[in-house]
Nanobody, 124 residues
Framework: QVQLVESGGDSVQPGGSLTLSCVVS????????MAWFRQAPGKEREGVAG???????IYTDSVKGRFTNSKDNAKNILYLQMNRLKPEDPALYYC??????????????????WGQGTQVTVSS
């Protein structure tokens, strides 16, 4: 059974940093792509950052230069380093996995397996 478990969400001040982690277990594919999504209250789910098995990444425009997505293939852990957090970043952040591994993607239609989410709050 596939499990994705996120952690690392917290409340920080604007300009602060957080690192989210997502541990994957039970995945049947030896190579797979992953991504982070977020959803704020009253807003659509948004793809934030994607990564393929080779480490190639893709980001939504609003986080480019501030967020870094990385993956430890040996440990099956996905990370999202978030720097210079802004008031528009708070949301429930989810990780997701996909067998699609031709290129990094943040299209939710490619993802079948999802975590439960970890909450990020940005407040002064």
């Amino acid at each position: 059974q596939v499990q994705l478990v996120e952690s690392g969400g917290d409340s920080v001040q604007p300009g602060g940093s957080l690192t989210l982690s997502c541990v994957v277990s039970g995945y049947t594919y030896t190579t797979y792509g992953m991504a982070w999504f977020r959803q704020a209250p009253g807003k659509e789910r948004e793809g934030v950052a994607g990564i393929d098995d080779q480490g190639n990444t893709i980001y939504t425009d609003s986080v480019k230069g501030r967020f870094t997505n990385s993956k430890d293939n040996a440990k099956n852990i996905l990370y999202l380093q978030m720097n210079r957090l802004k008031p528009e970043d708070p949301a429930l952040y989810y990780c997701a996995a996909t067998a699609h591994n031709l290129s990094p993607t943040i299209d939710p239609d490619y993802f079948r397996d999802w975590g439960q989410g970890t909450q990020v709050t940005v407040s002064s």
